[in-house]
């Protein structure tokens, strides 16, 4: 037979809530809820009352053929969010990518039928836009400044469930991610921060609430490994987007990564910053090819301009390029500094 005070040391711990005793007062410590979440739970909590509202759930219609070619109506869904007051948002291309009719829901309920302004395959953006005045925008950050291992946020609608949020880190930076035009997406940001199919589009913020990236992929065989386009990417494509609806690239034909300088070598050429980008891949026949850019060369300018990431070369790559030489200034074996000149053709 259990004892009496056995009974009601079982009874004392079912009743267990939260450090008291269902009916005991909450120490005086505890008054305020915030004091109850660790210091990484209130910065993830602050992140997501800061970002969710303008964060909205994409939804799509598009007119396809079955193998009998008859036409019929599918549907598919995204994320993204609003980065201007005036109804701009900003997802990934494939999410919107051959749709008849977009929608675009914030989290209070509120659709809006969507205009497609423009979308980049090359780097997999969209920029749609509602009309709406007085929306709630995110901020954006600035994706140079991220270090490995810093807190990330995706907030998004995976699988259609609204409004949800997973934490991680960032993983990696500078990885290349093939869009689906077959065209490399350089400077890509891997976090370990979990997306599932309807995260794409949406944003992974840091721990201030400022967006740094839009998730766009995931290894579907893998766990942890998760992709975003950085936000310095984002402002270029969806500048030129919002102005003339499509992206007119001028065509190098190497792929590279951003790597730190020697500080001697800085020093002794008296470069005006401590990086620069390293090829990995020159197209046979291509303008890089032809003009002696080869593996391993690191290009530190661009008509005398500094070249610091990816992103600075192709912010010169624009359809002002197209067929105008370039002087690019390269060292070879991390030492020796020399010129090539290399003339852009169209990107097909």
């Excluded at 660790?38 to 994409?58: C, K, L, M």
């Excluded at 942890?224 to 990417?233: M, R, S, Y």
């Excluded at 190098?252 to 620069?276: A, C, D, E, M, W």
Aim: aromatic share 4%.
């Amino acid at each position: 037979m259990v004892k009496s005070n056995e009974n009601d040391a079982v009874l004392r711990l079912l009743n267990y809530q939260g450090g008291n005793a269902v009916g005991s007062p909450a120490p005086a410590t505890l008054e305020n809820d915030s004091l109850l979440l660790d210091a990484y739970s209130q910065t993830v909590v602050r992140v997501v009352e800061d970002v969710g509202p303008s964060v909205v759930h994409i939804r799509v219609k598009q007119k396809k053929r079955d193998r009998g070619g008859r036409e019929r109506e599918a549907e598919g869904s995204g994320s993204g969010f609003v980065f201007a007051p005036d109804g701009y948002i900003v997802t990934n291309n494939h999410v919107v990518e051959e749709a008849a009719v977009i929608e675009a829901i914030l989290p209070n309920g509120t659709g809006f039928t969507a205009e497609l302004i423009g979308r980049d395959a090359a780097t997999d953006l969209a920029v749609i836009r509602v009309l709406g005045t007085g929306l709630p925008a995110a901020r954006l950050g600035d994706s140079d400044k991220l270090k490995v291992g810093q807190l990330a946020i995706a907030i998004g609608n995976p699988l259609g469930f609204q409004s949800t949020v997973t934490a991680g880190v960032i993983s990696a930076l500078g990885r290349s991610l093939q869009s689906t035009t077959g065209r490399l997406i350089e400077n890509i940001i891997q976090t370990d921060a979990a997306l599932n199919p309807g995260n794409s589009g949406g944003p992974l913020v840091d721990s201030t609430g400022y967006v740094i990236g839009i998730n766009t992929a995931i290894i579907q065989s893998a766990q942890g490994i998760c992709f975003a386009i950085p936000i310095n990417t984002m402002r270029w494509v969806v500048s030129i987007l919002i102005r003339e609806g499509k992206v007119t690239r001028g065509f190098l034909g190497i792929s590279g990564q951003n790597v730190p300088l020697p500080v001697r070598v800085v020093r002794h050429y008296n470069l005006k910053t401590g990086t620069g980008v390293q090829v990995v891949n020159v197209t046979p026949n291509s303008p890089a090819f032809i003009s002696g850019l080869r593996e391993g060369d690191i290009i530190i300018s661009i008509n005398d301009a500094p070249v610091a990431t990816i992103n600075d070369i192709h912010h010169r790559l624009t359809q002002e390029a197209i067929g105008r030489p370039l002087t690019i200034g390269i060292l070879k074996d991390w030492t020796t500094l020399s010129t090539v000149t290399v003339v852009p053709v169209a990107a097909m």
